[in-house]
T-cell receptor, first 115, second 114 residues
């Protein structure tokens, strides 16, 4: 069965330092993977997606993620954190079941950015 | 990306009552989905809203509790029926364009049942 595991429920970084949010996936075939961000009292915004093209995926706001099949990982990184990056981040795998694509969400990682 | 309008954005309701949440998409899409996000938790798929037919519910969710309508390709409603405090959550509408893998989400409806 397909699933995603976000290894950290909370991550704190200082402003200007690198961000690493970890995600491991489980899939019986080549998956489609996504990172979404949810700011307080706002909807979900797509940061980036992997769909079996380039393994290093660049997204919005300076975020990127690398698909590593050997490690079944899709970690999200950013070289330098900004205060506005403080939010909840969800790793998502898309699975094809019952004739349609469905999303399976990770449990989320809350990113805190310290001044 | 699609623009998804969801309303109400928030509501406080009495237990035993029902609330209908509306979701409007700015383009015709095939797949629309409803999710629940309980406080401090991740998103769980409630059902897939199918145009012109009954919604397809996930395990643990039933039509009597969460009736869904989808009268056309751009609009859907989710009703939370006979509410209890355990229904206090954020409910989100989502859509996916055919042949595309990414989905877009509405702003969510924050429901508090007292």
């Amino acid at each position: 069965a397909q699933s995603v595991t976000q290894l950290d429920s909370h991550v704190s970084v200082s402003e200007g330092t690198p961000v690493l949010l970890r995600c491991n996936y489980s899939s019986s075939y080549s998956p489609s993977l996504f990172w979404y961000v949810q700011h307080p009292n706002k909807g979900l915004q797509l940061l980036l997606k992997y769909t079996s093209a380039a393994t290093l995926v660049k997204g919005i706001n300076g975020f990127e993620a690398e698909f590593k099949k050997s490690e079944t990982s899709f970690h999200l990184t950013k070289p330098s954190a900004h205060m506005s990056d403080a939010a909840e981040y969800f790793c998502v795998v898309s699975v094809f079941t019952s004739g349609t694509y469905k999303y399976i969400f990770g449990t989320g990682t809350r990113l805190k950015v310290l001044a | 990306s699609a623009v998804i309008s969801q309303k109400p954005s928030r509501d406080i309701c009495q237990r035993g009552t029902s609330l209908t949440i509306q979701c409007q998409v700015d383009s015709q899409v095939t797949m629309m989905f409803w999710y629940r996000q309980q406080p401090g938790q991740s998103l769980t798929l409630i059902a897939t809203a199918n145009q012109g037919s009954e919604a397809t519910y996930e395990s643990g969710f039933v039509i009597d509790k969460f009736p869904i309508s989808r009268p056309n390709l751009t609009f859907s409603t989710l009703t939370v029926s006979n509410m209890s405090p355990e229904d206090s959550s954020i409910y989100l509408c989502s859509e996916r364009v055919p042949m595309n893998t990414e989905a877009f989400f509405g702003q969510g409806t924050r429901l508090t049942v007292v």
